[in-house]
């Protein structure tokens, strides 16, 4: 074998070696940073339906993952295909409320739109609906995807409701900070998983669903 040759394969060892080196060194746990974003604001009740639903399965940056421009029946679209294809907890009114809310926020549509008011609910005078009154904890937990992400008995995406309840035994306040942490979200408290807002609860119904978890 040629000295030159020779040379040439040490050579390549040592790259090989050190590049082995390097990715040696670089191994280890990732660290993602914490999520930031957020979705446009605005005065439409889909806005607050967003806020309590779309950030239990994704981040507010999958919206810009869409084409932009999109029409009204676009979004309604496509938020019909995340309740069927991908079982996101909406029910029809709330799929015709984000499909407006994301056509006026991030498409082609204006607030102002006859088509947007009425599946927004509301009406070409009047203000945003009457909010319902208090109900039963079972609608609530339903109509917020709360048992998307909790059980009663056993851990899911977050903690179970028993879990929750024996964290906060005999901790005076607790109804209280519960009913924060529902309305206002909360991280780390069980790990880096965060718990969405879910803004649009009213003061009663999270104090319900205080009272209800901490019973388990």
Known sequence: MSVCLRHALVAIGLVAGLTAVAVTAQSGPIALPPDTSGLRPSDLPGYQVAQQKCGICHSADYVSYQP???TQAQWTAEMTKMRQAYGAPLDDAEVRMLGAYLAVAYGSAKATDPSVREASGLTATAGPPAAPAARDVQAILSANGCLVCHAVDRKLIGPSFQDIA????????AAASLAGSIRNGSVGKWG?????????????????LAQFVLKQ
Request: aromatic share 4%; proline share 11%; no cysteine.
């Open 68 to 70: 932009p421009g999109m």
């Open 166 to 173: 024996r964290k906060y035994r005999g901790v005076g306040g």
């Open 192 to 208: 880096q998983i965060p718990m969405p807002a879910l803004a649009g609860v009213k003061d009663a119904e999270a104090q319900a």
